[in-house]
């Protein structure tokens, strides 16, 4: 089982990267509408949320809701994406319960949710978004 989360964690991680590595550096500030995060915003809420999720669904470690500030560079926000999923990636590694087992698809359902929406940001721009990664 461990295997085929790692394997499904890892196609996520290269897909949401890709993502991110698509848009230039100076479209990280671009939001297509007033009131919605910009592009940056919305990557590192992915990597806040991978962390998040992690702690209270796939450890049961309640934690509240605290995102830090938010980081503005292309480099940084990538950064932050590839340790959020390197911990999740070594969380899954070891013994999980069912409960363990659900949170971790929950938390991937919240990263398909938001990089459905970077996707959607770059055809905003006029980048063609990376093919699906499966």
Known sequence: MNNKL??????????TLAVAAAMPADGYSFHPTDGV??????????????EWWEANYVKGVKT???????????????????KAYNALQKTISGTLSD?????????????THH?????????????TPPDYMY
């Open 6 to 15: 790692s394997a499904t964690l890892d196609n996520s991680k290269q897909y």
């Open 37 to 50: 995060m910009n592009f940056g915003e919305l990557l590192n809420h992915i990597a806040y949320g991978i």
């Open 64 to 82: 509240d809701w605290a995102p830090s500030q938010v980081l503005s560079t292309k480099l940084e926000v990538s950064a932050y994406l590839e």
């Open 99 to 111: 409960e363990a087992v659900s949170g971790f698809y929950t938390t991937l359902d919240h990263i």
């Open 115 to 127: 990089r459905g929406q970077a996707v959607t940001y770059l055809r905003c721009k006029g980048i």
